[in-house]
């Protein structure tokens, strides 16, 4: 799988080599890190890419991916999948940027990308939920075109869904 460009950022797909980089705290001597990279939300993203690994193999394109800049290189966060879609097509995604990233737009710039890459490879519904007081993720999920689905005592969840073929313009539902 390749990188995924963006007007202002690249999304590259993280190797299970990079992911233990991530989880210990140590670059290697290429990778360009951000201060304050890898988050927390980073880390236990990569431990989840690197059980799923373990047990099922490489999930792909819907694996994790490094949020870097695209004028740079430099490492500002990760996004991606919680895994492979299930039996009815859905996807969970999550994201999260460096404290001096946000506000900037990264975030749904990054899940719109993924947006398009969940829908290219035949993802029907793609899933993301926030603590009901993250009111900025809130936004970054609808600035990506997912909207709110219901909520919980904890979370506010968002969706979109896709019906038709990927290459319908105009094809995506609002969640019921």
């Not at 890419?49 to 373990?54: I, P, Q, S």
């Not at 990233?101 to 993924?114: I, N, T, V």
């Given at each position: 799988?390749?990188?995924?460009?963006?007007?202002?950022?690249?999304?590259?797909?993280?190797?299970?080599?990079?992911?233990?980089?991530?989880?210990?705290?140590?670059?290697d001597?290429?990778?360009?890190?951000?201060?304050?990279?890898?988050?927390?939300?980073?880390?236990?993203?990569?431990?989840?890419?690197?059980?799923?690994?373990?047990?099922?193999?490489?999930?792909?394109?819907?694996?994790?991916?490094?949020?870097?800049?695209?004028?740079?290189?430099?490492?500002?966060?990760?996004?991606?999948?919680?895994?492979?879609?299930d039996?009815?097509?859905?996807?969970?995604?999550?994201?999260?940027?460096?404290?001096?990233?946000?506000?900037?737009?990264?975030?749904?710039?990054?899940?719109?990308?993924?947006?398009?890459?969940?829908?290219?490879?035949?993802?029907?519904?793609?899933?993301?939920?926030?603590?009901?007081?993250?009111?900025?993720?809130?936004?970054?999920?609808?600035?990506?075109?997912?909207?709110?689905?219901?909520?919980?005592e904890?979370?506010?969840?968002?969706?979109?869904?896709?019906?038709?073929?990927?290459?319908?313009?105009?094809?995506?539902?609002?969640?019921?």
């Amino acid at each position: 799988m390749g990188e995924l460009q963006t007007a202002r950022l690249v999304l590259h797909p993280m190797t299970t080599g990079e992911a233990e980089r991530v989880v210990a705290g140590a670059p290697d001597g290429e990778a360009r890190w951000a201060t304050g990279y890898p988050t927390e939300g980073d880390v236990l993203a990569a431990r989840r890419f690197l059980r799923t690994c373990a047990d099922t193999g490489d999930p792909g394109p819907f694996g994790n991916y490094e949020i870097r800049l695209r004028e740079d290189g430099t490492a500002i966060g990760g996004v991606g999948f919680h895994g492979p879609a299930d039996e009815t097509g859905t996807v969970t995604i999550g994201y999260g940027l460096i404290p001096s990233a946000r506000g900037s737009g990264y975030a749904s710039e990054a899940l719109r990308a993924l947006l398009r890459l969940a829908r290219a490879r035949g993802a029907t519904r793609v899933r993301g939920d926030a603590d009901h007081d993250n009111t900025a993720s809130h936004h970054v999920m609808t600035a990506a075109g997912m909207r709110p689905a219901g909520q919980d005592e904890r979370v506010r969840y968002f969706e979109t869904t896709w019906t038709g073929t990927p290459d319908a313009p105009d094809d995506r539902e609002a969640a019921p």
